[in-house]
C-alpha cells in the first residue's frame, strides 16, 4: 500500500519559506527572468504567499520578486455562501463536471467576465448564461469562415475609404487596441465585454447583416464580392488571435479553418501568432454622418410599420438628409444594404428621414429587392440588373 512507502520529511525548513522562496527555485535558477511578470492570489494572501515571498527576496536580491501582484476574491454561491464539498450540490461545482456539462471554453469565458476584485458569485444559471454569449461569439465566427469557403486569400488589400468594408476594419482596429490595453493592464473583463459587442454589434447587427445580399446574390466573382471576403478573412484571422487567451480551443479551430490547416499543422496554431494591433484602413469622414443617419432612419422603418404598413424593409425606400453633402461621397448601396432596404435616395432639403413605399414596383424574385432595375429577363423571369447579371441573362 502507499502507506509502506511513505517516509517522513526531514527536507522541509518551513512550508512558507519554501513557498516564500520559489522565485528562486523557479525563476532565477531556470533563467526564466527575474523579477515574476506577475504573481497572482487570493485575498487572503496578502499577508501570506505574497508577503512572504517579498521578505526573503528583498533580503537576497534587494528588490520584489514580482513586478506586479494580482488579487482575486472567492467564489461562492448566488446566495454568498461558501461552496464547501460538503454541501450537497457540490459535485455539479466539482470541474470534471463543469467541463462535461458546459465545456472548458464556455468556463474561461466565464472567468473572463468576472468582476474578480470581490468576492464572486457562482451558479449553474450563471454558466448556462455565459454558454449563450459564447456561442453569439462562436456562431460570428462560424458564419464569416462559412463565406470563406471559396476564398483564396493571397494577401491584404486596403479597401477604399468610402466602402463598408473600411468602416468596419476601422472599427476592428480600434477594438484591437482596446481589447490589447484591457489585457496588459488585466481586464479581461473588459476584454471579453468588447469582443462580445464587437461580435453581436458592429458584426452580427451591422457589417455582417448588411453584406448577406452580396455574398449570397453577387455574382461568385465579382469585384465587391472577393472585396467583402478579403475583409471577412481579415475580421477572422484578426478576432481568433484577440481571442486565444480567454477561448484557446475555439479560437484555434476557427484559425485552422480559416487557413484550410489540419489539426497536425503545427505551423497554424493561432497561439503562435501574435495580435493584430491594427490594419492601419482609413475611412471617409462621411462615414460618422452616415452611421448617425441610418441609426435615425431605422427608427423611422420602425414607425413605417405602423404607419404604411411595410413589414419587409425590402419594401421600403429611403430617402436620407445630407444637408452638408457628406452621404452623396459613400455608395448608396452600401447605404441601403446597411439599412436592409431596396435603395436609398439622398435630399439636401430634407431634415429627417423619409420612407416610401415600393410595394407597387416589381420584386426582384432573386434578390427580393426593388431597386428600380427590376424587369422581366430573357427566360420570363422578374430579376434585378444585378440578379441578371449574377445568372448570366441579358
Excluded at 85 to 95: G, H, I, L, T
Excluded at 292 to 306: G, M, P
Aim: hydrophobic share 35%; with cysteine.
Amino acid at each position: 500500500s502507499w502507506m509502506e512507502g511513505a517516509r517522513k520529511g526531514n527536507d522541509i525548513l518551513d512550508v512558507w519559506f519554501e513557498s516564500g522562496a520559489s522565485w528562486n527555485s523557479v525563476l532565477r535558477e531556470r533563467g526564466l527572468g527575474y523579477p515574476a511578470d506577475l504573481y497572482l492570489e487570493g485575498s487572503d494572501q496578502h499577508r501570506g504567499w505574497f508577503q512572504l515571498s517579498m521578505l526573503p527576496a528583498l533580503g537576497v536580491t534587494g528588490r520584489a520578486p514580482f513586478r506586479t501582484l494580482l488579487t482575486h476574491g472567492f467564489i461562492n454561491d448566488k446566495d454568498g455562501k461558501k461552496l464547501s464539498k460538503s454541501r450537497p450540490d457540490a459535485k455539479q461545482y466539482e470541474v470534471d463536471s463543469l467541463l462535461a456539462n458546459y465545456g472548458s471554453d464556455v468556463m474561461r469565458w466565464w472567468v473572463a467576465s468576472l468582476a474578480y476584485e470581490n468576492d464572486v458569485k457562482a451558479d449553474l444559471d450563471f454558466f448556462t448564461l455565459s454558454g449563450d454569449s459564447y456561442r453569439k461569439v462562436r456562431n460570428t465566427l462560424r458564419f464569416m469562415l462559412s463565406n470563406l469557403d471559396d476564398y483564396q486569400q493571397s494577401g491584404f488589400e486596403t479597401p477604399a475609404p468610402t466602402t463598408v468594408d473600411a468602416w468596419v476594419l476601422a472599427e476592428f482596429d480600434l477594438l484591437s487596441k482596446q481589447v490589447i490595453r484591457a489585457y496588459s493592464d488585466y481586464d479581461f473583463k473588459g476584454a471579453s465585454q468588447r469582443i462580445y459587442d464587437f461580435c453581436n454589434e458592429t458584426l452580427s447587427a451591422v457589417y455582417l447583416a448588411a453584406i448577406k445580399d452580396r455574398m449570397y446574390c453577387d455574382r461568385a466573382d465579382s469585384p465587391r464580392r472577393r472585396r467583402t471576403q478579403a475583409t471577412l478573412w481579415s475580421l477572422t484571422d484578426g478576432l481568433c488571435r484577440l481571442l486565444a487567451p480567454i477561448l484557446p480551443h475555439t479560437a484555434d479551430e476557427a484559425y485552422r479553418s480559416l487557413w484550410k490547416a489540419g489539426v497536425d499543422d503545427v505551423s497554424r496554431c493561432v497561439h503562435t501568432q501574435e495580435f493584430t494591433k491594427g490594419f492601419g484602413v482609413t475611412t471617409h469622414e462621411a462615414w460618422a454622418p452616415a452611421m448617425r443617419a441610418c441609426a435615425e432612419a431605422t427608427r423611422s422603418l420602425e414607425r413605417a410599420k405602423a404607419e404604411l404598413g411595410v413589414e419587409n424593409r425590402l419594401d421600403a425606400g429611403v430617402v436620407l438628409p445630407d444637408p452638408d453633402g457628406q452621404l452623396c461621397k459613400l455608395d448608396l448601396t452600401d447605404l441601403a444594404d446597411l439599412l436592409g432596404v431596396s435603395r436609398v435616395g439622398l435630399d439636401p432639403a430634407a431634415k429627417e428621414p423619409r420612407i416610401t413605399d415600393l410595394r407597387a414596383e416589381p420584386r426582384c424574385e432573386r434578390s427580393w429587392k426593388r431597386d428600380g432595375t427590376v424587369k422581366v429577363r430573357s427566360d420570363g423571369g422578374l430579376l434585378s440588373d444585378r440578379d441578371a447579371e449574377a445568372v448570366g441573362l441579358k
